[in-house]
């Protein structure tokens, strides 16, 4: 059975910073690991994106102030959000698939920026 247990969303002043994380259990070949956002009425988005050789991608709108890696070893993600903005709020889900293309998401964590 899949597991993506994340953590780290809270609330931040505009300009702060978090770090989220996304540690994934059970028996699965982990392939893409990313991130995407929901914001009220919005569909949701692809925020950023890493392979597993590492090729990393992200939206035009936090480009230069989120930084995604990965722990292949602890099969971990993490999004290092700096310079947050009000626009950033939103439900944040973790995202992995496997080899065989399946997608499997994590419960969400809030992210409230204000301002």
């Known amino acids: 059975q899949v597991q993506l247990v994340e953590s780290g969303g809270g609330l931040v002043q505009a300009g702060g910073s978090l770090r989220l994380s996304c540690a994934a259990s059970?028996?699965?070949?982990?392939?893409?690991m990313g991130w995407y956002r929901q914001a009220p009425g919005k569909q949701r988005e692809l925020v950023a994106g890493?392979?597993?050789?590492?090729?990393?991608n992200y939206a035009d709108s936090v480009k230069g102030r989120f930084t995604i890696s990965r722990d292949n070893a602890k099969r971990t993600v993490y999004l290092q959000m700096n310079s947050l903005k009000p626009e950033d709020t939103a439900v944040y889900y973790c995202?992995?698939?496997?080899?065989?293309?399946?997608?499997?998401w994590g419960q969400g964590t809030q992210v409230t920026v204000s301002s």
């Open positions: 995202n992995v698939r496997d080899y065989y293309g399946e997608d499997y």
């Open positions: 059970g028996t699965f070949s982990i392939s893409f």
């Open positions: 890493i392979s597993s050789g590492g090729t990393t």
